[in-house]
């Protein structure tokens, strides 16, 4: 075990593994930081997309959608820290490099998101659920490991979510332009990072869906797991009278702090709106209709909360999405669209990356949360240490 004490004073190489709400993949990501004088650094050593095991997915999405029998979920934990297990080790052994791994740091699956207390609820905070036997993980890899980092913020009452923008304000704020850091994920987020802002100026929220409904109708009028490219989008029509019930969703316009989950966006809301208009809209024009509010969300997110931005720095699998990019592009065309690629940043491994770091924080003794940004009443080290 390393000393933490000094875990500052030298590079470290940490990995970060990421499981998103869409469960499409194991993101695995080996970065090494550096801190120089407080300023850090990120060099990325190497990512990779390990597949979700169908069997864990499915189990997963029972856990969410069904009510189960407790040993499913005790099971699923360290089910789950085998699949990582295996992930980081196929990583190691595909690696060029001799990778020399000093720390791990797992999301895990969040299988319960609620940033408000739930209504007549006894536990009045709000409430957030990461499965991951990390634990497990630290024998099995003989790796520190550091886990469950949105625990510490919701006990202080905030959301616990969104964590990645410590990493935006860190190593993509500018002091010439308005920077957005967008992650269209299942669910999408924002970091809203102003001109030469320092940490209480900035902003970060979920804004809604990300590929979550488009993934959903894919699945229930496609049999099929994404709408690659965005390619079936293109082909539809837009539903005004469905877009106008979209639009009705309250939390679209909510203000900030704001942060939500599947849990809004579940596989019965979705067809439940297909059941509604599949009478008189065809199935391609469901995928074009959400993609199209998908970007709308977004959109209508930075118009109302956001100073006008510079630059919008995209992630997450829906950056692949061209139909939903292009649309975004149409409905905000003062700001420059880049991928995080041209910042040596991949966007399918910058969520694995973001929890790399927080651990690196973690075990420099960092706060990670930002309380502006989580509602949480202070600033605190995130995570549990597993060794
Ligand atoms: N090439 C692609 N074209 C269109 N959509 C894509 C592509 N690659 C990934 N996606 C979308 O991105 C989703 C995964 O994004 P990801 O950032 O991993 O989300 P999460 O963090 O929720 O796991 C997929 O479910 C899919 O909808
Ligand atoms: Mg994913």
């Keep these: 075990m390393m000393n933490i004490k000094d875990w500052l004073s030298a590079p470290r190489?940490?990995?970060?593994?990421?499981?998103?709400?869409?469960?499409?993949?194991?993101?695995?990501a080996v970065a090494r930081f550096s801190d120089f004088d407080g300023?850090?650094?990120?060099?990325?050593?190497?990512?990779?997309t390990f597949d979700f095991p169908a069997e864990l997915k499915s189990l997963a999405m029972r856990i969410i959608h069904e009510q189960i029998h407790?040993?499913?979920?005790?099971?699923?934990?360290?089910?789950?820290?085998?699949?990582?297990?295996?992930?980081?080790?196929?990583?190691?052994?595909?690696?060029?490099?001799d990778l020399k791994i000093d720390a791990i740091g797992v999301h895990g699956q969040t299988l319960w998101h609620r940033g408000e207390p739930t209504r007549g609820a006894i536990y009045t905070h709000p409430a957030s659920l990461q499965a991951i036997s990390f634990s497990a993980m630290a024998k099995w890899l003989e790796?520190?490991?550091?886990g469950n980092f949105r625990e510490a913020d919701t006990a202080l009452g905030g959301h616990g979510a969104p964590l990645v923008p410590i990493f935006d304000y860190e190593f993509f704020r500018s002091t010439e332009e308005n920077i957005i850091c967008l992650n269209i994920g299942g669910i999408s987020n924002i970091t809203i990072l102003p001109k030469n802002c320092t940490l209480t100026d900035l902003q970060a929220f979920d804004t809604g869906p990300g590929n979550v409904l488009i993934d959903n109708t894919m699945?229930?009028?496609?049999?099929?797991?994404?709408?690659r490219s965005g390619q079936i989008a293109e082909t539809g029509i837009i539903s005004s009278e469905l877009t106008n019930e979209l639009k009705s969703n309250r939390f679209i316009s909510q203000k900030p702090p704001k942060s939500t989950g599947r849990e809004m966006f579940t596989l019965d809301y979705t067809k439940?709106?297909?059941n509604k208009y599949s009478y008189k809209i065809q199935k391609e024009d469901f995928i074009t209709t959400f993609t199209n509010f998908t970007a709308l969300s977004i959109a209508e997110n930075i118009k109302l909360f956001s100073m006008p931005a510079d630059r919008i720095i995209c992630s997450g699998g829906g950056a692949n999405n061209k139909y939903l990019m292009k649309k975004l592009k149409e409905m905000?065309?003062?700001?420059?669209?880049v991928k995080s690629d041209v910042y040596n940043l991949p966007g399918d491994s910058k969520e694995a990356v973001c929890f790399a770091y927080l651990a690196y924080r973690t075990l420099g003794g960092l706060p990670g949360n930002i309380p502006s940004v989580t509602g949480a009443t202070k600033e605190t080290i995130l995570g549990v240490i597993a060794v």
Excluded at 39 to 48: P, V
Excluded at 219 to 227: A, E, G, K, T, V
């Design 13 to 28: 190489t940490v990995c970060g593994i990421m499981t998103g709400t869409s469960l499409d993949g194991i993101d695995v």
């Design 39 to 48: 300023k850090h650094q990120y060099e990325l050593i190497d990512y990779y």
């Design 70 to 97: 407790i040993s499913e979920f005790s099971e699923f934990s360290y089910l789950l820290a085998r699949a990582y297990t295996d992930s980081v080790k196929q990583l190691i052994a595909k690696s060029k490099i």
């Design 143 to 146: 790796i520190p490991v550091v």
């Design 219 to 227: 699945n229930i009028l496609f049999d099929l797991s994404y709408d």
């Design 272 to 274: 439940d709106l297909i």
């Design 332 to 337: 905000i065309p003062a700001c420059e669209l």
